[in-house]
Each structure stands twice: as C-alpha cells, then as structure tokens.
Nanobody, 110 residues
Framework: VQLQASGGGLVQAGGSLRLACVVS????????YAWYRQAPGRQRELVAG???????NYLDSVKGRFTISKDNAQNSVLLQMNNLKPEDTALYFC?????WGAGTQVTVSS
C-alpha cells in the first residue's frame, strides 16, 4: 500500500483547503484511514478518522470545520477543511494501518 497526500498550501484565516490522499495497492472502500498533523515542536495528533463502514471521528478543535470522506472513484481519502485558523498550521499526513504518506504542509496566516 502507498499513500500520496496533496492539497496543502498557504491560506488566510477563514479560508478553505481540501487535502487528498491517493491510495494505491488497496481499494479505499475496504479500509479505515486517518489524517494526522504535526506542528513544529508538538506531537503528532489525530485530526480525523474514517472506518471501513464510513463512521467518522474528529479532534475536538476541528469538529464542525473539517470533514473526512472517501472518494471511491479516485481511490482517495479527502479532508475538507473550512474556516481554517492559524492553529491549524501543520504538516498533515494520511495513514492506513502502519503505512504513512509523505506530509503536505498547511499554513494559515492571521
């Protein structure tokens, strides 16, 4: 299994970004996936997860702003991020079991 994340960038506070994690080696509908993030000097934290059956969970600070979903047609896992805040600035990673994709940088300016 390989994961390729993209979609990061620089955005002003209140803006939106959509991260995509393209999955190869497995059909995305069959697995559970997660997005993590790590800011400088901080531990990596779970941002959002989605199960095989589509049940989702979120970090409290992103509830109501972020949405994780699967795109079966593109075999990818998406993270829609709205109303971004400077504290969302971090390197974002997608994860499947013990496999991690390379991170994509999200920077939110105030």
């Amino acid at each position: 299994v390989q994961l390729q994340a993209s979609g990061g960038g620089l955005v002003q506070a209140g803006g939106s970004l959509r991260l995509a994690c393209v999955v190869s080696g497995i059909t995305v509908s069959r697995g559970a996936y997660a997005w993590y993030r790590q800011a400088p000097g901080r531990q990596r934290e779970l941002v959002a997860g989605i199960t095989h059956g589509g049940i989702t969970n979120y970090l409290d600070s992103v509830k109501g702003r972020f949405t994780i979903s699967k795109d079966n047609a593109q075999n990818s896992v998406l993270l829609q991020m709205n109303n971004l805040k400077p504290e969302d600035t971090a390197l974002y990673f997608c994860q499947y079991r013990t496999t991690w994709g390379a991170g994509t940088q999200v920077t939110v300016s105030s």
